[in-house]
């Protein structure tokens, strides 16, 4: 099964996430939107960053995961690598997500090629069938 596939949008970055559940989607979704700034398969995991989040929706949830890294990126110079543990959970008011990031530092060993700026709501999409697939549109 394909981690990810980037489709073709006019302006934007866009993508559809595949995983057999839930957190494997989510996961890899996050790798689809590291590839769009930098080659996640080439950083080595020296860093970590534990992340927990709440979202009213399954929605919500995942922009703000994904916002999560663009923020990391932006503030602690952080290239996402790999996404571990992730675990989705319902709570009485939406659901929870813990994850726990491993990448490294920017530096020459890095190429960069893209920024993306933010996640969008427009076109997002989880679905369930035979296994997950979210779509996400990026604004780079």
């Not at 930098?38 to 080595?44: A, G, L, N, P, R």
């Not at 995991?45 to 399954?58: E, M, N, Q, S, T």
């Not at 020459?108 to 549109?137: M, P, S, W």
Request: proline share 2%.
């Amino acid at each position: 099964m394909d981690k990810y596939r980037i489709l073709p949008h006019t302006a934007d970055g866009k993508f559809q996430a595949y995983g057999r559940t839930l957190e494997e989607a989510f996961g890899n979704a996050a790798l689809a939107t590291a590839s769009l700034m930098w080659d996640w398969s080439k950083v080595e995991p020296r860093a970590h960053h534990f992340v927990h989040l709440k979202g009213i929706d399954r929605e919500q949830l995942l922009v703000k995961f994904l916002g999560e890294t663009i923020y990391l990126f932006e503030t602690q110079r952080f290239l996402l690598a790999k996404v571990d543990g992730l675990r989705i959970r319902p709570e009485f008011e939406g659901f929870s997500l813990e994850a726990l990031l491993g990448g490294d530092t920017i530096s020459d060993r890095y190429e960069l090629y893209g920024e993306v700026k933010a996640v969008t709501y427009n076109d997002l999409k989880i679905e369930e069938c035979d296994g997950f697939t979210v779509q996400v549109v990026v604004d780079m």
